[in-house]
């Protein structure tokens, strides 16, 4: 079962920063949060992830809760291409530890215009 | 193009019939994953290599599932006596290090359609 909770759906005006929350209370010392998004009908794509410093790259920031037990994706700009469905994952990410995926429902945000 | 590639993006068959799909990971990569997700749920895995080796199997993966990598390059999963519950959308992905820490990049994934 996937480690983590997020709201199913949410909707974002164009333009407007869009706040992604996920809970992951029982989160362990050596486990990473990962963001991936999926646009209906194409694989997965990586956004971002981050241990317990917050975390920005080019197409989002990642804000890590103190306690590590939530977090929130903040794509700071939204655009109509940001419509998708949006996964947190919790995983060990060490190379010997790693693995697979463990996908929940996931988050489907819709930017409006 | 150097992401992961999947052939064939779609596939309709029959019922009972015999279905294989292939995926080209990342050159660099030899971590290669197989997932598999139906309508409106998330990924859910299947299979992973680590160069040629098979190092875990779900439940999911029936024995009429089988995945190779022979030479740690390209993988294929092959669907024996297809049902109709096997239809989903399939996805490779391949893992490489980024900032010290293992991250998977999909493909495109095999949309499969059992009539």
């Known amino acids: 079962d996937a480690k983590t909770t997020q709201p199913p759906s949410m909707d974002c005006a164009e333009g407007r920063a869009a706040n992604l929350p996920c809970n992951h209370s029982t989160i362990s010392g050596n486990e990473y949060v990962y963001w991936y998004r999926q646009i209906h009908s194409q694989g997965p794509q990586y956004i971002i992830h981050?241990?317990?410093n917050n975390e920005t790259n080019e197409m989002a920031s990642l804000i890590i809760t103190e306690d590590r037990k939530s977090s929130t994706l903040i794509l700071p700009h939204a655009t109509l291409r940001d419509t998708a469905v949006y996964y947190c994952i919790v995983r060990a990410a060490h190379y010997n530890q790693g693995g697979k995926l463990i996908f929940g429902q996931g988050t489907e945000l819709s930017v409006k215009p | 193009d150097t992401g992961v590639s999947q052939d064939p993006r779609h596939k309709i068959t029959k019922r009972g019939q015999n279905v294989t799909f292939r995926c080209d990971p990342i050159s660099e990569h030899n971590r290669l994953y197989w997932y598999r997700q139906t309508l409106g749920q998330g990924p859910e895995f299947l299979t992973y290599f680590q160069n040629e080796a098979q190092l875990e199997k779900s439940r999911l993966l029936s024995d009429r599932f089988s995945a190779e990598r022979p030479k740690g390059s390209f993988s294929t999963l092959e669907i024996q006596r297809t049902e109709q519950g096997d239809s989903a959308m399939y996805l490779c992905?391949?893992?490489?290090?980024?900032?010290?820490?293992?991250?998977?990049?999909f493909g495109p994934g095999t949309r499969l359609l059992v009539l």
């Open positions: 992905a391949s893992s490489g290090i980024m900032r010290g820490r293992e991250t998977q990049y």
């Open positions: 981050g241990l317990k």
